[in-house]
C-alpha cells in the first residue's frame, strides 16, 4: 500500500519558517522524482518544486525560488520543504507527491495545512 | 512559460458526455505527450486519471478519456455518473510542471 504523510505545517507569522516533511512507504521512494503541490483555500493546484532521486536536479517554481527549498533522505524514504520568509499568500494545504513527469503524478498525500498570520 | 487554460465550469446530466478542454498558452502540447487530468474530490487529494495526454492508469474507469489536437488537450468523460462531480485539473510538464485552473464538473 502506497502512503505519503505530511507532516510540519502550523500557524506561522510572516517572514517566519517552517520545515515540511513526508514520509513514504509501498514505492521505490529512492528511484523517485518527487513534487511538493500546494493548494490556497478554495484555489487550485500550484506546483512548487521537484527533486530527482539523487537530489542532484531540483527545480523550482518563479513563486518560490530562493526562499523555499527542497531536499530528501532515501535512507528514510521522506521528502522535506524548508521554507523561508513566508507571507500570507502561502497560506495553503501542501501535498507531497510522487512525480512521473510525463506520466504525471500518481501518488499523493492527505496534505498539511500551512497558515502565514499575524 | 506555458499556461493552461480551462473553463471554469461545466455540466452534463447523468449518462450524458461531457469535454474539459485545457488549451496551451505560449506553448505547444501538440508534438509532445506532456499532458495529464486529474480528479479532485472536496477535501480529497488530486487523483491521476488521463497521463501522456491519453492513456489511463490502472484501475480508472474506461469512462474517462483524453485527446490532444494542436494546442489543446482535452479530457471526456462519458456516461455521466453523480460521482463524477468534481474539480477536474490538466497539467503540462516540460522542465517545470504548469497547472491549469482547474474546471468544476456538475452533474445535474
Known amino acids: 500500500q502506497v502512503l505519503l504523510v505530511e507532516s510540519g505545517g502550523g500557524l506561522v507569522e510572516p517572514g517566519g519558517s517552517l520545515r515540511l516533511s513526508c514520509a513514504t512507504s509501498?514505492?521505490?521512494?529512492?528511484?523517485?522524482?518527487m513534487s511538493w503541490i500546494r493548494q490556497a483555500p478554495g484555489k487550485g493546484l500550484e506546483w512548487l518544486s521537484y527533486?530527482?532521486?539523487?537530489?542532484?536536479?531540483?527545480n523550482y517554481a518563479d513563486s518560490v525560488k530562493g526562499r523555499f527549498s527542497i531536499s530528501r533522505d532515501n535512507a528514510k524514504k521522506s521528502l522535506f520543504l524548508q521554507m523561508d520568509s513566508l507571507r500570507a499568500d502561502d497560506t495553503a494545504l501542501y501535498y507531497c507527491?510522487?512525480?512521473?513527469?510525463?506520466?504525471?503524478?500518481?501518488?499523493w498525500g492527505q496534505g498539511t495545512l500551512v497558515t502565514v498570520s499575524s | 512559460q506555458s499556461a493552461l487554460t480551462q473553463p471554469a465550469s461545466v455540466s452534463g446530466s447523468p449518462g450524458q458526455s461531457i469535454t474539459i478542454s485545457c488549451t496551451v498558452i505560449?506553448?505547444?502540447?501538440?508534438?509532445?505527450?506532456?499532458v495529464s487530468w486529474y480528479q479532485q474530490h472536496p477535501g480529497k487529494p488530486p487523483k491521476l486519471i488521463i497521463y501522456e495526454a491519453t492513456k489511463r492508469p490502472s484501475g480508472v474507469s474506461s469512462r474517462f478519456s483524453g485527446s490532444k489536437s494542436g494546442n489543446t488537450a482535452a479530457l471526456t468523460i462519458s456516461g455521466l455518473l453523480a460521482e463524477d462531480e468534481a474539480q477536474y485539473y490538466c497539467s503540462s510538464y516540460t522542465r517545470t510542471r504548469v497547472f491549469g485552473g482547474g474546471t468544476k464538473l456538475t452533474v445535474l
Open positions: 527533486i530527482g532521486p539523487s537530489s542532484g536536479h531540483t
Open positions: 509501498g514505492f521505490l521512494f529512492s528511484d523517485s522524482y
Open positions: 505560449n506553448g505547444d502540447v501538440g508534438n509532445y505527450n506532456l
Open positions: 507527491a510522487r512525480d512521473e513527469g510525463v506520466s504525471g503524478v500518481d501518488y
